[in-house]
């Protein structure tokens, strides 16, 4: 099992940054890919950044290309979602993800291939 909690969303202008954290805990010696997904209102979840294991690899959403970046530090089991040039589309719930992956260089894409999910932490953008 693996636990994960979000952290550092906020109320912020457009334009601005902010810096999402991801810490887990439980079982993270396994090989776990990650993800930052995000909601809002009345529509459906979405990924936004993918990462794997050895962080060899990543994915990055075309709506946040070149303004959001995913990052993680396995020494302190914690992931990042950097996040710059911030728009009001961005919007949204974001949410954390997690499952093992046999690959150090792969993740996944759809939000029903990850098992382990933080409980989410608001970002708003004002205009």
């Known amino acids: 099992q693996v636990q994960l909690v979000e952290s550092g969303g906020g109320l912020v202008q457009a334009g601005d940054s902010l810096r999402l954290s991801c810490a887990a805990s439980?079982?993270?010696?396994?090989?776990?890919?990650m993800a930052w997904f995000r909601q809002a209102p009345g529509k459906e979840r979405e990924i936004v950044a993918a990462?794997?294991?050895?962080?060899?690899?990543?994915y990055a959403a075309d709506s946040v290309k070149g303004r959001f970046t995913i990052s993680r530090d396995n020494a302190k089991n914690t992931v990042y979602l950097q996040m710059n040039s911030l728009k009001p589309e961005d919007t949204a719930v974001y949410y954390c993800?997690?499952?093992?992956?046999?690959?150090?260089?792969?993740?996944?894409?759809?939000?029903?291939?990850?098992?382990?999910w933080g409980q989410g932490t608001q970002v708003t953008v004002s205009s």
């Open positions: 993800a997690a499952d093992w992956s046999g690959s150090s260089y792969y993740f996944y894409l759809q939000a029903h291939e990850y098992d382990y």
């Open positions: 439980g079982r993270t010696s396994s090989r776990y890919a």
């Open positions: 990462i794997s294991w050895s962080a060899g690899s990543t």
